[in-house]
């Protein structure tokens, strides 16, 4: 197939022991059936009891100066008043169903946090993760400005030099936003959801590019970032952003409005497919890992793209185009296999009419993988793990449970969960390491342990829950997400910042404070813990 081709007719992741693989139950666990969550006549809302909260000191990080005093913190914080307008919201969720006109159902969900849910957990943990849900609304809240969400509070952090960009409308941070915010049945951040999209598609270029960022203060898009650096995930995200917003709200008319733009994005994408492959060859530091050298063929912007492909097609089938949706649907699917075959090594076969060796098998010879490697070129390869891209790869159906499961021992194993969830690369790259790059001193970003070479960032930790949760490790998900709310609970000024990423080894916060996507992927995670894992298909 000739993917230059197809771009012209297209017109572009202690439990005491890891669990062996035929038995998947965690210790303690009940043998019950799961409880059925479809047919719950709930909403989604705060329950209105902090039972032992008042007294509560928290476990805390290894570091004394970072303990959380869960009743000071309850005796300084509003009442959750269930009759208030700021605690008593609605959530729902879009069925894997269809209704008759094809569009898709809301479900009532049940209450959040309720006891009979979280019987492993302690009163003590279930007032945290109560505590915890609000201050994650109140953070997030802080991010709406007219012009969409910012990447921070405005109010709340200092800029300067470099740091100014952080005043401004972020297509990553603000489609993550959108997506992990989706279920909040709340106006002003429905509001503030399209406000993102339009802010960010008004500004795109003729070739096709989603700024990286549009300026709150003046409106002035950038294109790049430190060094001029262009954001190739940036239209990837927003491409998601836009589908799920659509298929949420049923409110197509930013997906009309912006038609053309959209297809611009995905020629503008599809052009970075210079070899013909299939796959995107990015430029080094192109994409989120904004200071840290990942080049050509990067696990998570190949995942990204496979589902933006597919999230492109039913924008496409939406509006009737069946046959170009079909093209982008193949396009998807191949490379779904080209990321399969070549980004986990095997000593076998990848099927059963696979007779020669892939790439990676020749290239790499690092024998049976447990996880996918972190990037490949043609003239060299990364064997760590990129946590963020591994969970992406599981959480939209990219691999399959066998191979999510495989990752998930290795990843329990050297503790990307600790001192909090989670670490988004393993390990970190040393100075002298041959992946090492002078610039990763640049702001003192990236040294060991800090930053994208293997910092914490309580979005990705919020994955991290989803991951283990759609495992069907439930136990585990749930004090997975005690551990980071309690990581989410610290900060560098005040309690409850929802930082924008800890140093690896303390777990210190280190990054901006009330990070829009910290505080909306800690929601997401909150609401997945309801749905059954057998069922889940909820993309991002």
């Known amino acids: 197939m000739r993917y230059a081709h197809m771009t012209r007719q297209i017109g572009r992741r202690t439990a005491t022991r890891l669990l062996s693989q035929s038995n998947l139950q965690c210790p303690g666990q009940a043998a019950t059936e ?23 000191h928290g476990s805390s990080h290894r570091d004394a100066s970072s303990v959380v005093h869960y009743a000071h913190l309850a005796a300084n914080t509003k009442a959750l008043d269930m009759n208030s307008r700021d605690t008593r919201r609605r959530f729902t969720y879009p069925s894997e169903m269809k209704s008759e006109d094809n569009s898709p159902h809301r479900i009532s969900k049940p209450l959040l946090f309720e006891p009979e849910h979280y019987r492993d957990l302690t009163p ?99 294109y790049s970032g430190v060094g001029g650096i262009t954001s190739i995930d940036s239209g990837m995200w927003v491409i998601l952003a836009v589908l799920r917003y659509s298929e949420t709200t049923g ?65 496409l089938r939406h509006f009737d185009e069946e046959q170009q949706a079909a093209d982008y649907d193949k396009w998807a699917e191949h490379v779904r296999v080209v990321i399969l075959r070549n ?64 990752t998930f021992r290795f990843l329990w194993g050297v503790g990307v969960n600790d001192p909090g969830p989670v670490k988004c690369l393993y390990p ?38 989803r991951y283990i949760h759609k495992l069907g490790l439930k136990d585990i998900a749930r004090r997975e ?31 901006k404070a009330y990070q829009a996507w910290s505080a909306a992927s800690f929601l997401r995670a909150c609401h997945a813990l309801h749905m059954d894992p057998e069922h889940i298909d909820d993309g991002l």
């Open 34 to 56: 799961r409880d059925s969550l479809t047919d719950r006549q709930h909403d989604w809302k705060i329950t209105p009891t902090l039972q032992g909260i008042c007294g509560i």
């Open 428 to 465: 970190p790259v040393q100075a002298g390491d041959p992946e090492w790059k002078p610039y990763f001193t640049v702001n003192l970003l990236n040294l060991p342990n800090h930053y994208h070479n293997g910092g914490i960032w309580p979005f990705v930790g919020g994955l991290w829950v």
């Open 124 to 222: 003590d943990d279930l007032a945290l993760l109560q505590l915890s849900y609000q201050k994650a609304l109140e953070a997030l809240r802080r991010n709406i400005t007219p012009k969409g969400f910012s990447a921070c509070s405005l109010d709340d952090n200092q800029v300067y030099g470099t740091d100014e960009n952080y005043r401004s409308v972020w297509a990553r941070d603000g489609a993550m936003t959108i997506i992990w915010s989706l279920d909040l049945d709340d106006p002003d951040i429905r509001q503030c959801q399209a406000a993102t999209l339009r802010t960010l598609l008004t500004h795109q270029t003729p070739a096709g590019q989603i700024p990286a960022n549009v300026s709150i203060d003046n409106d002035c898009p950038e």
């Open 251 to 315: 409110d197509w008319s930013i997906a009309e409005d912006f038609r053309h733009q959209l297809q611009r994005t995905m020629d503008w994408l599809s052009a970075h497919d210079s070899n013909n492959c299939g796959l995107l060859e990015i430029p080094e530091a192109g994409d989120w890992t904004d200071l840290f050298a990942r080049s050509y063929h990067v696990l998570y912007d190949e995942v990204l793209w496979q589902r933006c492909l597919m999230c492109y097609a039913k924008v």
């Open 481 to 511: 997400l005690v551990g980071l709310a309690r990581l989410c609970a610290t900060g560098a000024t005040h309690e409850w910042e929802f930082n924008e990423w800890h140093h690896g080894v303390t777990g210190r916060p280190m990054g």
């Open 343 to 406: 980004f986990w090594p095997s000593t076998q076969p990848h099927n059963a009419t696979d007779r020669l060796p892939s790439f990676s098998d020749v290239q790499f010879g690092l024998g049976d993988a447990r996880y996918l490697v972190a990037e490949i070129t043609p003239f060299n390869f990364s064997w760590r793990c990129d946590v963020f891209g591994n969970l992406l790869a599981y959480l939209t159906n990219l691999v399959d449970r066998d191979r999510a499961l495989m």
